[in-house]
């Protein structure tokens, strides 16, 4: 059964940092590019992060410098390490497939505020 689950949002100060994680299941993990998708409140879903399989890595300018992500493909996870957060950051953040997606998951909620 495919299926991907995200975990470690949450209410976070400015400038703070979070790492987010995605453990997918019923894909061969290690062939797939991933990214990291968010939703904020009215807006429509964004792709901030992608990294392929070989690990190359690329960014939306607005989170650039301050997010990195990475994977673990024994894990079949993949992360997003956010520093600096800003309250624009605020979103309900999801990972998916960067190509032919897959069923979305549930997503992590980060919540940026003072």
């Known amino acids: 059964q495919v299926q991907l689950v995200e975990s470690g949002g949450g209410l976070v100060q400015p400038g703070g940092s979070l790492r987010l994680s995605c453990v997918a299941s019923?894909?061969?993990?290690?062939?797939?590019?991933m990214g990291w998708y968010r939703q904020a409140p009215g807006k429509q879903r964004e792709l901030v992060a992608s990294?392929?399989?070989?690990?190359?890595?690329s960014y939306v300018d607005s989170v650039k410098g301050r997010f990195t992500i990475f994977r673990d493909n024994a894990k079949n996870t993949v992360y997003l390490q956010m520093n600096s957060l800003k309250s624009d950051d605020t979103a309900v953040y999801y990972c998916?497939?960067?190509?032919?997606?897959?069923?979305w998951g549930q997503g992590t909620q980060v919540t940026v505020s003072s």
């Open positions: 990294i392929s399989s070989g690990g190359s890595t």
């Open positions: 019923g894909i061969i993990f290690s062939i797939n590019a």
């Open positions: 998916n497939r960067l190509l032919n997606l897959l069923s």
